[in-house]
């Protein structure tokens, strides 16, 4: 009973490297959603998606991309980083009301 | 623009103390508030309030809702250090994309620290 799996769980980036977060959840849950938390700062939505195949944006999308070519799977894009992404990044599913999050990822950007 | 506001934002009492925690809430299309409890790691589900008013209750730990203040409070009572941790409120809404999608506007949190 997974739940929520977030990977990797630690990465440091360089300026201007590329890499993508993965986010699995074995819970057949239809919407699943990005967050980064700051200190200081809560939980704020970068992206989120209702369905395979569909993405919105949240609070806070800019640099960021994403993706749900399966309905288990939300992946998360950085292009290019900045070191303003370095955060906590948590993803979660959830069926109405009530969500469930992974373990969390703590991206820095050096 | 949605908020949620907790305060206070830290707060540091003895083992033993019962402690209430309070956070209101400016969300378009509100359809529930979530508490959190969050240690190290992901936060972890606590209550789930609608404007029912009913009370939550979970052991030493119960939560309302007022829907005419558009405030909840988190009490905990006879706390132990295993309460220490940041817990987050977050007021639900309809999403924009998706009848059943929602979105959460999560408060920045209260720290609480229980000391022996």
């Known amino acids: 009973n997974a739940g929520v799996t977030q990977t990797p769980k630690f990465r440091v980036l360089k300026t201007g490297q590329s890499m993508t977060l993965l986010c699995a959840q074995d819970?057949?849950?239809?919407?699943m959603y990005w967050y980064r938390q700051d200190p200081g700062m809560g939980l704020r939505l970068i992206h989120y998606?209702?369905?395979?195949?569909?993405?919105a944006k949240g609070e806070v999308p800019d640099g960021y991309n994403v993706s749900r070519l399966k309905k288990q799977n939300f992946l998360l894009g950085l292009e290019s980083a900045a070191p303003s992404q370095t955060s906590v990044y948590f993803c979660?599913?959830?069926?109405?009301?009530?969500?469930?999050f992974g373990s969390g990822t703590r991206l820095t950007v050096v | 623009e949605d908020k949620v506001v907790q305060s206070p934002l830290s707060l540091v009492v003895h083992e033993g103390d019962t402690v209430t925690l309070n956070c209101s809430y400016e969300?378009?299309?509100?359809?529930?508030l979530l508490w959190y409890k969050q240690e190290k790691k992901a936060p972890t589900f606590l209550f789930m309030l609608?404007?029912?008013?009913i009370e939550k209750k979970s052991g030493r730990l119960s939560s309302i809702l007022d829907k005419k203040e558009l405030s909840s409070i988190l009490n905990i009572t006879a706390t132990q250090t295993g309460d220490s941790a940041i817990y987050l409120c977050?007021?639900?809404?309809?999403?924009?994309?998706?009848?059943?999608?929602?979105?959460?506007?999560f408060g920045k949190g209260t720290k609480l620290s229980v000391i022996p």
């Open positions: 979660a599913s959830s069926y109405p009301g009530r969500y469930t």
């Open positions: 819970m057949n849950h239809e919407y």
């Open positions: 998606s209702v369905g395979e195949g569909t993405t």
């Open positions: 969300v378009t299309n509100f359809r529930s």
């Open positions: 609608t404007s029912s008013g």
């Open positions: 977050a007021g639900v809404k309809q999403g924009k994309v998706g009848a059943g999608s929602y979105q959460l506007t």
